[in-house]
């Protein structure tokens, strides 16, 4: 930012101000300049700050605190301040976030493409065979989803090789952080606010985040354009979620702002408690619902038995407002964004061909297994690429060696597996100096950051009556790390400081 300030001081030409904006990010902490009392100091206020704005976590080693709230409670992992980032980047994030928003909602809308993407996928991973089949079943009946809510992140790593941003992935379910993404950002301006003289970083430049309020706001409209006074948002939940505070969050701003009352279930006691009646609608424990919040569903652990998979059945057959439906999940698994990533298949969903080239700049490297060229090349340089079964949640990527060592057994084995995963292009984003505050305690260590920006999309029939970019997270983890993911124990909660 001290560069920025001077570039603002004299005319500077516009190829001077654009080279300086493509920079890289310059580290806003000078790690020697600071003395251990003075951080002592910062993480003290951010820790009571985390404690009284209600940026806590479950503390696992508190059995009860993934059921009980108010129990075995922990501040959030977080960065101590705002990792600099790039305003063009930002820009250009922010900006195609309704792009693919509307892009998801065309996918969803061509059970074929869906259906004949994910084909040799459903042959070779159950957990994604499932949910085809409900897709399938759903075709059949030719089930119309009038009223769709998307609340989506895409997450990008500037690609420090390139200076491209970079899409990591498309979410389309569970959506962590929506509550905490927009309580970091506070954390942080009002860190600066305090402390930013003697930082030389002014709290202006940490961007406004209301991830919270626009996600339950979207829900909100959900529910009025479901129209059922008396009906009520469920939050589909594991039995022990350690991540409760950022979901309660969404429900305090639907009661509290919109009069709206939560439910909290889990698959489980769907199956037991919920019922479709005549004219579709869904009700559990006798409570008509109107939308449909996942928080749970999205991995192969939330159907530990059939009961689980009856209950997404249920759901889905329901005239409720999915969020996301079926056809929503499905169309942001990885294989997706890899045949998404193929030459012409974009143009078959969008028309304007700037909203192509928007989608198109951010893609990174994305191949199917049955690309020999590829293959060759991953085998000899597997630490340039990252293998990904199709799982959500974190935990579940192939690095380096291990990427090797997969794709000669799958040669080894036959095909037949090759379609349950998809290799991409790895991104090496530029290391900045952090600091990271995990149980009470900070380290300085060399990270890596991930920003992922909301998007929030409500449609009835022909009226799009939401599509917007609605907030971000960033989250840094140690360089070290290959996988990420704060839930999984990788990364911390992080904001951006635009230079
Ligand atoms: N292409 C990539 N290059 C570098 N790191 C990656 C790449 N893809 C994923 N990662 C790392 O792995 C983590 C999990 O990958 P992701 O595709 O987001 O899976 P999940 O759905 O489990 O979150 C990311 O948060 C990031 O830290
Ligand atoms: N406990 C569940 C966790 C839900 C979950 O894992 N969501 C995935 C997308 S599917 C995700 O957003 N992962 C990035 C957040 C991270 O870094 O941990 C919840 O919070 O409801
Ligand atoms: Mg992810």
Redesign the pocket.
Known sequence: SFIFHLNLRKPAPLRCASSLMMESPKPILDFEKFDDGFVQKLVYDALVWSSLHGLVVGDKTHQRSGTVPGVGMMHAPIALLPTPFPESYWNQACEVAPVFNELVDRISLDGKFIQDSLSRTKKADVFTSRLLEIHSKMLERNKREDIRLGLH?SDYMLDEETKSLLQIEM?T?????PGFGRLVTELHQSLLRSHGDHLGLDSERVPRNASTSQFADAMAKAWLEYNNPRAVVMVV??PD???MY??HWLSSVLREKHNIVTIRKSLAEVETEGRVHEDGTLTVGGQAVSVVYY??G??PRDYPSESEWNARLLIEQSSAVKCPSIAYHLAGTKKIQQELAKPGVLERFMDNKDDVAKLRKCFAGLWSLDDPEIIKKAIEKPELFVMKPQR???GNNIYGDDVRENLLRLQREGEEENAAYILMQRIFPKVSNVFLLRDGVYHKDQAISEL?VYGAYLRNKERVIINEQSGYLM?TKVSSSDE?????GY?VLDSIYLN
């Open positions: 992140r979410n379910i569970s959506c962590s952080f939940v594991q979620e350690r991540n950022d979901q928080r749970s999205y991995t959500e949640g974190g992922g989250r990420g993911g704060v839930a999984a990364a």
